[in-house]
């Protein structure tokens, strides 16, 4: 990048969960926010005119017909991911999307085969491998300080009743990027394998939406070229449990265990000393370091902007373990400097269609299910 660096100029659709990236695309030094999109005009303009975005589209179409916009952010409901995706890079759009990447295995590959054809990124901005408890665990391991990695595990459990529309019934592992992205992305890893099994089961009126009757899914899955096997677990309805999206780490010198509750440390097990003196709390630290000074406050939420006087607020923006910013930063400057962001769409497939593939196994009993081909980076 020169002095004076190439900026992307990008766009917004979906603007529930969506609107809490207005700002970071504002302010990141290689983005501009050229226009945001959603269907219902009076918050269309509502947040329109808080932060200052004055080309403002209601339908998604007119928005990828515009020349001026590089490369699309998609929010919107889970149905929809893969059709936009894919609408989006046949009109030449690069595009990041929320998870998951979609909801059936040949959607995946038609935004890989896309991708690949035409040369524009996609990346599935998941949250977990930018959260600062993943950006301090891969820390540890890159710096040998976990040594072999000998398991992964991560849990995603959150009581979904009362959300509208598509979530009721939703089958557990079709919303497993959460788990199985920090499983992969600790080595930058394939999935190759996967076998899940269901456990319990949800109201009726609630496997009727989809077929899906379990409250539980768990999965273990074989990663690629390496001898590391994962587990992930999820639920969503008809369990009690608080939220909990958590990673745990087990490496031959040391490994960490999230912590149980809201609120609560983790937990780094050191090796070879006397048993109480094994385990340890640790506070993760903050890394908003890795990001460029203006998205920097975006890793814990909400600030006061002494240049512009004026509050910055958000609901989510210090949740989701600080990654936003790290999210737009990571879209940006890949398509600044040329590179796949990580996740690509290959990468991104193969996590989705592990969950999807988990489901189909969990309704066969367990019966191993292969991740496909055209999934693998490497
Ligand atoms: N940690 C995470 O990664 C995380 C957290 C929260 C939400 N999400 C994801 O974000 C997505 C949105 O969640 P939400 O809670 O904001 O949903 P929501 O229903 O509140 O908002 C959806 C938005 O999309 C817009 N939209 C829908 N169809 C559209 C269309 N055809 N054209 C233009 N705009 C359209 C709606 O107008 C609305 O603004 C979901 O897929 C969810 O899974 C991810």
């Not at 808080?50 to 209601?58: I, M, S």
């Not at 319990?200 to 590391?228: C, N, Q, T």
């Amino acid at each position: 990048m020169g002095s004076t660096p190439r900026k992307v100029r990008t766009a917004i659709v979906g603007l529930g969960f969506g609107a809490e990236f207005i700002p970071i695309h504002q302010r990141h030094p290689h983005a501009e926010l050229v226009a945001i999109c959603q269907r219902s005009r009076d918050k269309l303009d509502e947040l329109g005119k808080a932060h200052g975005v004055e080309r403002r589209y209601e339908s998604y179409a007119d928005l990828l017909k515009d020349k001026e916009i590089d490369a699309v952010h998609i929010n919107s409901p889970i149905p929809d991911h893969a059709a936009m995706s894919i609408q989006a890079l046949e009109a030449g759009k690069h595009v990041m999307c929320t998870v998951p990447m979609a909801t059936s295995v040949d959607d995946c590959r038609t935004i890989v085969e896309l991708s690949a054809k035409t040369g524009l990124k996609y990346m599935m901005a998941e949250t977990v491998v930018y959260a600062r408890e993943f950006l301090f665990i891969k820390q540890l391991a890159n710096a040998g300080e976990l040594g072999q990695i000998q398991f992964v595990q991560a849990s995603h459990q959150q009581d979904m009743d009362g959300w509208p529309n598509y979530w009721p019934g939703l089958p557990p592992m079709h919303y497993a990027t959460h788990c199985v992205g920090p499983c992969l992305a600790l080595e930058r890893k394939d999935a190759l394998e996967v076998s899940c099994f269901g456990s319990g089961r949800i109201r009726e009126e609630l496997v009727g939406k989809y077929g899906s009757p379990f409250a539980i899914e768990s999965a273990h899955m074989k990663l690629k070229d390496s001898d590391v096997v994962a587990r992930v677990i999820r639920s969503l309805f008809d369990t009690a449990r608080q939220y909990r999206e958590s990673f745990d780490v087990y490496g031959s010198k040391q490994s960490f265990e999230w912590q149980l509750c809201e609120g609560e440390e983790p937990v780094l097990h050191t090796a070879k000393r006397p048993e109480p003196e094994i385990p340890a709390h640790v506070t993760v630290p903050d890394f908003a370091h890795l990001l460029p000074e203006p998205i920097r406050c975006f890793t814990t939420g909400g600030v006061y902007d002494a240049d512009e006087h004026q509050h910055l607020s958000f609901t989510q923006g210090g949740g989701h373990g600080g990654s936003h910013p790290h999210l737009v930063h990571e879209f940006v400057t890949a398509l600044v400097e040329g590179r796949d962001p990580y996740p690509n769409a290959r990468q991104s497939a193969n996590w989705t269609c592990t969950g999807l593939l988990a489901h189909e196994s969990a309704m066969a009993g367990g019966v191993i299910k292969k991740l496909p081909e055209w999934s693998f980076s490497s």
